[in-house]
């Protein structure tokens, strides 16, 4: 019966069975908060653990079938690991491994030329979910002296029971799409302690309904406007054809249209996650808090001119992962700028195995360069000071966006195009126009230094 509605649904909507699926999956998650705020919230916690782990389950078989055995498989094989391997750094070593070499595989047995919605796209959230499970298990066995202030809020003092690994795994606010969050803030969701009102459920529904709102505007506008801006037509000979200009700013609205799928998704997983208590953040100013689960900044995200701005307010959750287990985790290295070029590899591999998510990347890390690079070239020159907060500024901030969006379109291309000829095909149409402007600006922002900064604020800069 269900079937038979799902297709009538794509078709009246336009949209791929399996992303049809999704939407609705995620969706399902508020009926499920509010089943666990009015009958469950006051249940022992193996009752709580059990209907998280059945619902995720349930949605899993909904999305994949009887390929849900994967995601199965990887939780049993991780509880296992922690509790034969107990804190030790070989068990933080095997459970990265194994669960990054599964997920590769997932991607080299599933990989098409096409974006599919399939096991792997949730796989790739647990595989984070259960690496920084072991390393919060090991960090639990450090001395507090020892762990910045990150680890010690997430270190694990005792290993998780079975049941608390599986409700973990399969919560249902972030099992298909995140966010990310730590074993002990699920503890303290099924102890009852992530509420502003201690003992009874949180007075989260206003907060929850906002993000909801916000999510599912954000996904009205994707579903409205993405059938004009289709991926395919980047490979046409039609667009081909078009002026230079017109094949710029068709990727620029192309890129703003296509992210709006990931931030609704997200910021409607994100309301799920406020309706249940997880995100809970505490009070600040003597307001309660409910973004410990906020994976977009929209407003950040909509206004800022800055590439850094965009990747500070995108994918939040994912990002202060990185940082905790990967970027801080290679201090030793003693280059901050390693560590980046580290982090960015694990995200690229984590990704999937296209050529096109490494130019992605590694296009992103370039950017970032030369932004950095020209901020502090701003910050050091009186002229570029005075004119950044002079009324002058509302035209440098409509040229500084324009040109912020259209060059964060272009990394997309490859991302959302995988392959080595359908990125090359659309890049050479535009004459690498990207590529050329970064590596412009970085060659003559010494100039510009040269020119713009004093002599005597050059040799303090040196010396610093």
Request: charged fraction near 15%; charge should be positive; proline fraction near 5%.
């Amino acid at each position: 019966m269900a079937a038979p509605l799902l297709e009538k649904l794509s078709e009246s909507l336009g949209s791929p069975e399996p992303a049809i699926r999704l939407i609705l999956s995620v969706l399902i998650g508020y009926p499920f908060a509010l089943v666990y705020r009015w009958f469950l919230f006051y249940q022992p916690t193996t009752v709580i653990h059990l209907f998280h782990i059945c619902s995720g389950l349930a949605l899993a078989a909904f999305n994949f079938g009887s390929q849900l055995y994967h995601s199965t498989v990887c939780v049993f094989v991780q509880f296992l690991m922690l509790r034969l391997m107990g804190r030790t750094v070989t068990g933080v070593l095997s459970s990265f491994t194994f669960q990054m070499l599964y997920l590769l595989s997932g991607y080299y047995y599933t990989a098409t030329e096409e974006y599919d919605i399939k096991w792997t796209m949730p796989h790739c959230v647990l595989t984070l979910k259960l690496i920084g499970l072991a390393f919060d298990f090991y960090d639990g066995g450090k001395e507090p002296s020892q762990l910045s202030a990150d680890q010690a809020k997430a270190a694990l003092p005792s290993v998780p029971t079975l049941l608390e690994v599986f409700g973990f795994s399969y919560f249902y606010g972030g099992f298909l799409v995140g966010p990310q969050f730590t074993m002990r803030n699920y503890q303290k969701l099924v102890s009852r302690e992530l509420t502003d009102c201690p003992g009874k459920p949180p007075n989260s529904v206003v907060p929850a309904l906002k993000r909801f709102a916000l999510g599912f505007l954000c996904l009205a506008i994707h579903a409205i406007f993405s059938p004009f801006f289709p991926d395919t037509y980047l490979l046409t000979d039609e667009y081909e054809a078009q002026p230079f200009w017109y094949r710029c700013v068709f990727i620029l609205l192309w890129g703003k249209v296509m992210l709006y799928k990931y931030v609704s998704c997200w910021v409607i997983a994100e309301g799920v996650c406020i309706l249940a208590g997880l995100g809970y953040n505490g009070v600040v100013n003597g307001k309660h808090q409910w973004d410990a689960c906020a994976n977009m900044k929209v407003w950040l995200f909509e206004t800022t001119p800055l590439f850094g701005g965009t990747i500070a307010s995108f994918n939040i959750n994912t990002n202060a992962w990185a940082a905790r287990h990967v970027f801080k985790r290679l201090k030793f290295l003693g280059n901050k700028t390693l560590s980046h070029v580290a982090t960015l590899l694990f995200l690229t591999i984590w990704h999937g195995l296209h050529s096109g998510y490494i130019l992605c990347f590694s296009m992103e890390f370039f950017i970032i360069t030369v932004e950095r690079q020209a901020q502090a070239l701003v910050l050091d020159s009186p002229l570029l000071t005075s004119l950044a907060s002079s009324h002058f500024y509302p035209f440098v901030y409509v040229v500084q966006q324009f040109i912020h969006w259209l060059f964060m379109g272009y990394p997309l291309v490859p991302f959302c195009l995988f392959t080595y000829d359908k990125w090359l095909k659309v890049y050479s149409s535009i004459y690498f126009c990207g590529h050329l402007f970064f590596l412009v600006v970085y060659l003559i922002l010494p100039f510009l230094r040269i020119t713009l900064v004093p002599k005597q604020d050059r040799r303090e800069k040196k010396q610093d």
